[in-house]
C-alpha cells in the first residue's frame, strides 16, 4: 500500500505541462492529509523537488513562512526543478529564500529573468533552462549572464517574445560545454542572431527553429547557418513554421547557403514549411551535394512538390549504394498531415517501400478540399 500512495503522490507533483494540480507547495498540501500521509511524503524525497510559481496570485503572504519549513523538510541533497511565471518586480521578497537554493537547482523554467537574475545569475548544477524573453534587451542580457554561470547545462530552450532588441558591440564567446539539444522560438521579428554567434556548444545534437508570427532575417539565417556549419555533431534539425522572407526566395544563393550549411543532418523534420524550394534544390545535382548525409526525413502539415519530392527519393533510396558517392542513402522518411502528392506518386511510395527497405510512412493524407482551406489560411496569415 505505501508504494501505491508513493505513487500518487509522486503523479500529482509532475511538471506542471504534465498535468500537475495547481499547487504552489504540493508536497506540504500531501504531508497533511494525515499521519500516514505525512510519513510516506516525508520518505519521498522528489515531490519535495518540483517548485511552481506559475501566476502572482498563486504565491500569498503566507507562503513565505512555509518555505523555511518546507526546506527543512526537504532533504539537502535533493535537486530542485523549478517554474516560475508571472512574477512582478514587487515579489523579490519570496524569490530570495527560493532562489538561495539555486546550487540544486536543476531544471528552470521562467519567464521573469529580471527578478531571477537580480537575485541570483549562478545555477550550477541547471541541466535544464527553458526561458520566455519579453520586454527589452535586458532580459536577453541577463540571461547570457546566466548561461556564463550554468557550466552543466544540456538542454536550453528560448522563446523569443516582445523583445524590443537589436544587438549592439560584441559579446564574449558562452561555452557550454555539456549541452546537447537547444530550442529556439521566435515571436514577430525579433530573431537575436548574434545568440547563434556567441554560442560554444561542441557536444550539441539537436537544433530545433520555429518562427510562427513572421520569417526571421537573414542575418538570422546567416547566423544559423555558421552555427550548422560549426559543429558536425549537431545531425537532429526541426524546423517548425519557419521560412526564408519572401522577398528573398527568389535569390536562390540565400537558401542554397543555408542546404549546405545542413551537411552534418541525418535526422530532418519539417512542419508547416514551405517545400518547394527546398525539395527542387536538395533533388538537383549540385555541387556540393546539398544534405548529403540525411537518412531520416519527417514531413508534416506541409504541402508536397510531387516531382521535386519523388525525384529527391529515388536519388536517395538507391539500391545501388556504389553510385550514391558521397550520398547517404535515406533510410526512413514518414508524412503525416500532408497534401500534394498525386495517387500515382503514393503508389509508387509503396512499391518502393516492399523493394528498397526504406520505411516508408504516410499517415492521415489531406485530400484536396481541406488541402485548399489549409493553403487559404497560410495565404491569409501571411
Known amino acids: 500500500m505505501p508504494n501505491v500512495l508513493t505513487e500518487i503522490l509522486q503523479w500529482c507533483t509532475i511538471p506542471e505541462d504534465q498535468n500537475v494540480l495547481n499547487w504552489v507547495l504540493p508536497a506540504v498540501v500531501l504531508s ?56 512582478e518586480n514587487d515579489l523579490m521578497r519570496p524569490s530570495q529564500p527560493i532562489l538561495s537554493k539555486a546550487p540544486r537547482i536543476t531544471l528552470l523554467s521562467t519567464n521573469a529573468m529580471q527578478v531571477i537574475s537580480s537575485v541570483c545569475c549562478a545555477f550550477p548544477s541547471l541541466l535544464f533552462l527553458r526561458v520566455h524573453l519579453r520586454e527589452d534587451g535586458d532580459a536577453y542580457y541577463r540571461l547570457l549572464l546566466m548561461l556564463r554561470y550554468a557550466p552543466l547545462l544540456e ?69 544559423v547557418s555558421a552555427f550548422l556549419e560549426a559543429y558536425p555533431t549537431l545531425i537532429k534539425l526541426d524546423l517548425n513554421d519557419i521560412a526564408f522572407p519572401e522577398q528573398e526566395l527568389d535569390n536562390t544563393n540565400k537558401l542554397g547557403h543555408f542546404l549546405e550549411a545542413m551537411i552534418h543532418i541525418r535526422h530532418l523534420t519539417l512542419h508547416l514549411m514551405p517545400l518547394g524550394l527546398f525539395f527542387q534544390r536538395i533533388s538537383k545535382q549540385a555541387t556540393p551535394v546539398l544534405c548529403s548525409k540525411l537518412e531520416h526525413l519527417r514531413v508534416s502539415f506541409s504541402r508536397i512538390p510531387d516531382d521535386a519530392f519523388m525525384e529527391f527519393v529515388s536519388s536517395r533510396a538507391s539500391l545501388d549504394v556504389q553510385h550514391m558517392g558521397s550520398l547517404n542513402r535515406l533510410k526512413s522518411f514518414h508524412l503525416d498531415r500532408c497534401w500534394g502528392l498525386t495517387l500515382l506518386s503514393i503508389g509508387s511510395l509503396s512499391g518502393l517501400k516492399q523493394h528498397s527497405g526504406v520505411e516508408i510512412s504516410i499517415t492521415n493524407v489531406i485530400d484536396s478540399w481541406q488541402s485548399k482551406l489549409l493553403e487559404l489560411d497560410d495565404f491569409s496569415r501571411n
Open 32 to 87: 497533511q492529509v494525515c499521519h500516514h500521509w505525512f510519513h510516506v511524503a516525508l520518505s519521498t524525497p522528489v515531490i519535495w523537488s518540483l517548485l511552481s510559481f506559475t501566476t502572482v496570485d498563486s504565491f500569498q503572504l503566507h507562503h513565505w513562512h512555509i518555505l523555511p519549513i518546507y526546506f527543512q523538510l526537504c532533504s539537502q541533497r535533493i535537486p530542485f526543478s523549478l517554474t516560475i511565471k508571472e512574477w
Open 155 to 223: 538542454q536550453l530552450d528560448i522563446q523569443v517574445g516582445n523583445l524590443n532588441y537589436d544587438p549592439i558591440g560584441c559579446n564574449p564567446p558562452i561555452i557550454l560545454g555539456k549541452l546537447t539539444s537547444l530550442r529556439f522560438t521566435i515571436s514577430w521579428f525579433y530573431d537575436i542572431p548574434t545568440l547563434f554567434l556567441i554560442l560554444q556548444v561542441p557536444l550539441i545534437t539537436s537544433l530545433f527553429l520555429s518562427a510562427p508570427g513572421s520569417p526571421p532575417t537573414l542575418a538570422f539565417w546567416s547566423a
